[in-house]
């Protein structure tokens, strides 16, 4: 795939504002390898290549295992994962594919009971910039890093 347009070279600004967002969500104190797997998780969903590569890679310097990188897509089968890793990942998948359910009560409930409200908008916002992130990577053809 050829990549068709590199955002932060057209618009520096438009650029900017994702970086801030992102370097938001980093310094909200959420633990750095719950937000690699929410990052991750929505990039499976979305199909991001580059957000994956980039992310799994992420994860590992995290110290996040090869295992529970690989079952991610399969984290409700295993209990590689905390409760509360998994009321984060619940909500990640319910606001990534939010056409087609929502977010539903039981999701809302179980991570607002795992999470402090801070923690809570902070688990959101990360939901949202990995998002945002994606459909820039995936309309742009971002290539992949190796």
């Not at 929410?38 to 310097?61: E, F, V, Y």
Request: hydrophobic share 40%; glycine share 4%.
């Amino acid at each position: 795939m050829q990549e068709r347009f590199k955002l932060f070279q057209v618009d520096p600004d438009a650029y900017k504002a994702m970086s801030g967002l992102e370097s938001y969500v980093r310094n909200t104190g959420i633990d750095k390898k719950l937000y690699e797997l929410i990052k991750i998780r929505a990039s499976q969903i979305n199909g991001c290549a580059h957000c994956l590569s980039m992310h799994t890679r992420d994860a590992r310097k995290s110290g996040e295992t090869e295992l529970r990188i690989y079952m991610l897509d399969a984290w409700r089968e295993t209990d590689l994962y905390s409760e509360k890793e998994k009321a984060a990942l619940a909500l990640t998948e319910a606001m990534t594919m939010i056409s087609v359910h929502g977010v539903p009560d039981e999701v809302f409930k179980e991570v607002a009971k795992q999470f402090s409200e801070k923690e809570l908008a902070a688990v959101m916002m990360a939901v949202v910039v990995i998002n945002g992130w994606n459909r820039i990577a995936i309309t742009s053809h971002t290539p992949i890093v190796d």
